[in-house]
C-alpha cells in the first residue's frame, strides 16, 4: 500500500505557471503508474495526464503542450508542470497511484491541493 501527499497548489494569474508535486511513501515508488486527475465544482473528476512505470505518458487534450507530467523514483515524487495556466484549469488536483497486478488494478489516491486561475 502506497500513500501520497500532493502540494504546490495556489492561486495563480491566466498565462502563470504552478509545479505540482506528489510524495509517495509506504511501497515500492517505481512499480505504480502515477497520475494527476482534476476535478472542478460541478463536474466529474477527470484524467490530466499519467505516467507509466517506464515514463511513457498521456495528457488530456486540453493541456497538451501545456502541462508536463515527469517522474522520480529516487526521490518518490512525480511532478506536474502547468504552463500557460487558464481559468479553466481551476480544479482540485488529485495524485493517484495505480499498481496493476495479474487480476485488478489498485488505485490510492491524494487528499487533492486546489489551483485557482484568475486575475
Known amino acids: 500500500q502506497v500513500q501520497v501527499v500532493e502540494s504546490g497548489g495556489g492561486l495563480v494569474q491566466p498565462g502563470g505557471s504552478l509545479r505540482l508535486s506528489c510524495a509517495a511513501s509506504?511501497?515500492?515508488?517505481?512499480?505504480?503508474?502515477m497520475g494527476w486527475y482534476r476535478q472542478a465544482p460541478g463536474k466529474q473528476r477527470e484524467l490530466v495526464a499519467r505516467i507509466g512505470t517506464g515514463g511513457s505518458t498521456n495528457y488530456a487534450d486540453s493541456v497538451k503542450g501545456r502541462f508536463t507530467i515527469s517522474r522520480d523514483n529516487a526521490k518518490s515524487t512525480v511532478y506536474l508542470q502547468m504552463n500557460n495556466l487558464k481559468p479553466e484549469d481551476t480544479a482540485v488536483y488529485y495524485c493517484n497511484a495505480r499498481y496493476s497486478s495479474s487480476f485488478r488494478d489498485y488505485d490510492y489516491w491524494g487528499q487533492g491541493t486546489q489551483v485557482t486561475v484568475s486575475s
Open positions: 509506504g511501497s515500492i515508488f517505481s512499480r505504480y503508474t
